[in-house]
Each structure stands twice: as C-alpha cells, then as structure tokens.
C-alpha cells in the first residue's frame, strides 16, 4: 500500500513538473529579450498585439530618431509552439530572427536555432513570399520559423507601412 502511494505522489510530480517546463506560458526569455531593446533605446512602445493569435508588435526609437521593429509571435511546430522575435529595420527589412522559446525535437527541429537557419531570413521584406532553405528532416519546425517571419513581414506592413502613408 505504502509503494502504491509513493507511485501516486511521483506520477503527481511528474505531471507537474512537465507542466511547469513544458506548458506553462513563461515569458522570462522574451522579457529578457525586450529589456534589452529597452536599453538601446529611449523608447519601446507596444503598437498591436493579438492575444488571441500570439502576437506583439513593439516600436523602438533610439536617442537619434532610428525607428526599428520587433515582432513577437508563436506558430505551432512539429513538437511544440515555437516563439519568434522578428527583428525589423526602419527601413523595412528583416534585420534578425532569435527564437525565443521552442522544445522541438533534439537532434532535427530544434536546429531551428542555428544561425545558418535563422540567417536566410534577413533582408527579406514584406514582398517576400515567405519560402525558405527547410532543415532537412525538420520541414514542419522550419516551416513553423518561416511562416511566423512572414507573418510578422505582413503585420508590420499592415500597422506600419500603413501608418506612415497616411
């Protein structure tokens, strides 16, 4: 009786801790990433967002009027949801791509990380049609990072570009 119990507090366990690294929405990682904006720049400034959809445009200006863009968003990989941050230029250009949080396979999809990936994504703009160099054998994961850089392309275009034209 006393070794059924033990089973049933260490499933318990278990079943939290997995819910604690694998589904709980921690944000740390992406407030890292925005406090490092915010000490580049005199101001960091929310513009859109869609909860619902997962995603965040933030503004930065820094101290001699440079106006850059970042674009948090999350699409759903082959394992797991995969946050990105778009990085892009006052000039409209994908100037980065940082994956912020992703728990894809170890030894295929989480290679989405690697700067030989992640670097075919600059310089594209919003008329890009959003293909990219898949990772062999992590199509769905790669797929995932595209689709959420060109979202982001299309959102900036759509609260920004937008915006300076009016």
Known sequence: MKKKGLIIVGAIILIAAYWFFFMNDNDAEKENIL????QDSIEVEMIASDPENDWEIY?????????DYY??????GYRSDIQTITHINDEGYVADVQIVKQNETNNKG???VDEDFLSQFEDKDETWDGTCEAISGATISSDA?????CKSLELYGEYVLCQKIE
């Open 71 to 76: 674009v948090f968003m999350e699409k759903r």
């Open 145 to 149: 990072v595209a689709e959420s850089v």
């Open 110 to 112: 989480a290679l989405v």
């Open 59 to 67: 503004m930065a200006e820094d101290n001699v009027g440079k106006i």
């Open 35 to 38: 406090n490092g904006i915010k």
